[in-house]
């Protein structure tokens, strides 16, 4: 079973960047897709990105499009976060799942099984 420990988050200003990482622990971590996902307070848990288990297809939520990249390197996983407001304030979480195509994109929290703990951005105006 994979494990997953989110860090990188603080405080910044608007228009600054960010880098979460998502570290990953386990043998199969290589055939999980992965996600990051975000839920501010009062606000329901969205989806932000998601990579293929190749990582060589990704996919981004419009509010996040042009200014957020997710990839991955070995057993971690990021979220570059750029031109950030205050509209990105939120705990985010990394989420994985086994994917039997090397090239499969998630975007429902349902599709996840494992999650991380999560780490939180925090932007100021």
């Known amino acids: 079973q994979v494990q997953l420990v989110e860090s990188g988050g603080g405080l910044v200003q608007a228009g600054g960047s960010l880098r979460l990482s998502c570290a990953a622990s386990?043998?199969?971590?290589?055939?999980?897709?992965m996600a990051w996902f975000r839920q501010a307070p009062g606000k329901g848990r969205e989806f932000v990105a998601a990579?293929?288990?190749?990582?060589?297809s990704t996919h981004y939520a419009d509010s996040v499009k042009g200014r957020f990249t997710i990839s991955r390197d070995n057993a971690v996983v990021y979220l570059r976060m750029s031109n950030v407001k205050p509209e990105d304030t939120a705990l985010y979480y990394c989420?994985?799942?086994?994917?039997?195509?090397?090239?499969?994109?998630?975007?429902?929290?349902?599709?996840?099984?494992?999650w991380g703990q999560g780490t939180q951005a925090t932007v100021s105006s």
């Open positions: 989420a994985g799942r086994p994917s039997a195509g090397s090239s499969n994109l998630y975007s429902d929290r349902t599709d996840y099984a494992v």
């Open positions: 386990g043998r199969t971590f290589s055939t999980y897709a």
């Open positions: 990579i293929s288990r190749s990582g060589f």
